[in-house]
């Protein structure tokens, strides 16, 4: 059983060139998952495209809870998410990664929780897993810029933002902005599993760049960036130690 998985997103919808083990659908009580399993350097992790195969279900209607029940029913312990996001800062470039290590919650209408009967509230004071991220950020970036750290903006989409409300994000210490990365982190953080972001930056985000963003922009870039992002995220994969040393699997405390 796979114990590391990724997270695909926009521009990863497989793992290309690497070996396939199979493919398992996989039902929790929340909805059923596809999951693929491949194999590299003897080790075995699982493949979830977040989006659906085909990039279909769009970022607010992402089943998030079904697809971190689905990896958590699979046995796994460590979760390396890709996120495409847009730049809050001049210096935070399309084309860099960024291994965000906070986040600010801006989502308005998602299912954001397991514990939705019980009066559990878990500690996000470090929401993404500090031994991933330090291991994460020792290897060799296949020609990226890497930022060690930085906070996450995630809002509810599917629509890009304002210019007035890039302004406000930056002004609140964001850094990048994205649509995907929660819940997904603070689910993963619930059923104590750990949970990395690459965030790969894509375009500057409404007003830091002088002209407006596309879609097509957007998965224009990943595509470029695609096979050397793809080759980082193994690298990580291949790195992260099998024993966990960090304290994400603390389990969640009732009030
Ligand atoms: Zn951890």
Known sequence: MPTLAVIGGTGIYEMAGISLIEK???????????????????EEFAFLPRHGEGHTCPPHKVNYRANIMALKGLGVERIIAVCSVGSLKREIMPGDLVLVDQFLDFTKSRPSTFFDDEAIHVDTTEPYCAEMRAVMGEVPTRGFRLHKKGTYVCVEGP??????????????GGDVVGMTGVPECVLAREVGMCYA???VVTNYAAGISDKPLSHEEVIAEMKRM??????YVVDCLMRVPPKVGCSCKKPAKPS
């Open 159 to 172: 629509r890009f933002e304002t210019a007035a409300e890039i302004k406000m994000y930056a002004a609140l």
């Open 24 to 42: 398992r659908l996989i039902a929790t009580r929340y909805g059923e998952v596809k999951v693929s399993i491949y194999a590299t350097g003897g």
């Open 226 to 231: 695609g096979a050397s992002l793809q080759a």
């Open 197 to 199: 972001c690459v965030a």
